[in-house]
């Protein structure tokens, strides 16, 4: 090679190194757009996002601000991922947009060495405390199952009895999601959320195992616990996954209700009640729902789907004594044929239950705890329709 060639690539070189340099010492800025779509207004509503970032774009997460209107605001910034340089891959955002029916907010993300500092938050604090781990007024177990092991908000709000997720096989044996061999890993720290998640494997039949991932995610402004737990089944030997918390409830008698469509609502009275609601997807003449309550050995047909309601219920219930309730919602329910179900019993058992109608390579359950006051409408906030609709985020990606 001759010299003059060596030297152009030598300038090339220095010449992209500077650029590189100086790109990671400029402060750039980003425009996020978030819309709420179902017609609900939003007070500091919990809101998540992930952003990529080209190596050495962002050298730490912590070189970061969220504008609104040109003013710093709330917001909690964390590596999810990091370059071999050290460099932030994958930056998670959480914060808190208050936004009207149908209206969008522009957030500015600024980052690099010299964006300005953001406002200090508070919320909630993680620590280890025995055998679980304390997040606010929370309490989760170190091995996914139990899973939410003590609520104390106004009072406690968890019981004894099964508490996390679970699988049942093609045998009809049941099998918990979580347990001795489970890794935990706190993905978020706060203060203004907190995420956790537990993985493992579990054995079906002796001689064949399915993984698992387990996320809680808990928000500082909202009395709300957001499970999920994904289940990995390449040989399809799982027929049904459900979601079960024992719930401490007050005197009786409880109210409970679901969206129906429209409002449905009952009474359990009595240590031995139980209501049930099933809902079967199939085809347009199979899919209906039905509720059935009474005594847990004789329940009795209470409503049904008929006439012009919908087919469909919308994935959401109450629970609640005198003080307070607990709303439970659940995303997607009924969007895959199969048959779902809500049950609580007179012992405050909650238990939700998805059943494909065919074997699945992978099962995947959501469910959200919000516990409130009562009356609901004073002390809820936010409602489970809300929950079920979150806010949309968008952007474009650093390049």
């Given amino acids: 090679m001759r010299k003059s ?18 790109r990671a010492q400029e402060t750039s800025t980003l425009q996020i757009r978030v819309a709420e779509t179902a017609g609900i207004r939003r007070g500091t509503y919990p809101t998540s996002t992930r952003i990529k970032f080209p ?5 730490d997460a912590r070189q970061t601000v969220l504008l609104l209107d040109g003013k710093p605001v709330q917001a909690q910034f964390g590596a999810e991922s990091s ?16 936004v009207g029916p149908r209206e969008e907010a522009t957030y500015t993300l600024e980052y690099g060495p010299n964006a ?5 938050s508070r919320g909630l604090e993680v620590s280890r405390v025995q055998d679980a781990i304390q997040i606010g007024n929370v309490q989760l177990g170190l091995d996914g199952f139990p899973l939410v092991t003590s609520l104390n908000i106004r009072q406690q709000d968890i019981g004894q009895g099964p508490n996390g997720f679970s699988v049942v096989d093609t045998t009809g044996t049941a099998h918990n999601v979580g347990g001795k061999e489970s890794k935990v890993d706190i ?25 698992y991932g387990t996320r809680v995610e808990i928000p500082n402004s909202k009395s709300w616990v957001k499970a999920t737990t994904l289940v990995a089944d390449p040989d399809r030997r799982i027929r049904e996954i459900a979601f079960s918390v024992p719930l401490a409830l007050g005197a009786q008698p409880w109210q409970w209700d679901f969206g129906t469509g429209s ?3 009952g009474l359990l009275r009595n240590p031995t009640d139980v209501v049930t609601l099933t809902q079967s997807v199939g085809t347009a003449q199979t899919t209906k729902w039905e509720i059935k309550t009474g005594s847990a050995d004789q329940p009795q047909l209470y409503e049904m789907t008929a006439g012009h309601r919908s087919t469909v219920a919308e994935g959401w219930g109450h629970i609640q004594d005198a003080r307070e309730a607990v709303a ?18 007179g012992a405050g058992h909650l238990t939700v239950r998805w059943a494909p109608a065919r074997p699945l390579g992978h099962l995947e359950l959501t469910v959200y705890l919000h516990f409130v006051a009562t009356p609901v409408a004073v002390g809820a906030v936010t409602s ?11 952007f474009t990606n650093p390049k």
């Fill in 5 to 22: 060639s060596l030297r152009v690539l030598l300038r090339c070189a220095l010449f992209v190194a500077v650029v590189v340099v100086a």
């Fill in 55 to 59: 190596r050495g774009r962002l050298p």
């Fill in 83 to 98: 370059y071999s340089d050290g460099s932030v891959e994958w930056l998670t955002l959480d914060f808190n947009p208050s």
């Fill in 116 to 120: 300005r500092r953001g406002p200090a």
């Fill in 187 to 211: 993905r978020k720290t706060g203060p203004l959320a907190v995420l956790v998640r537990y993985s493992g494997q579990i054995m079906i039949g002796g001689s064949s195992t399915v993984g």
């Fill in 263 to 265: 409002w449905t609502y």
């Fill in 328 to 345: 439970f919602a659940v995303p997607d329910f009924g969007a895959e044929a199969g048959t779902y179900s809500f049950s609580i019993d």
């Fill in 384 to 394: 489970p329709v809300a929950m079920l609709n979150p806010l949309i985020v968008s």
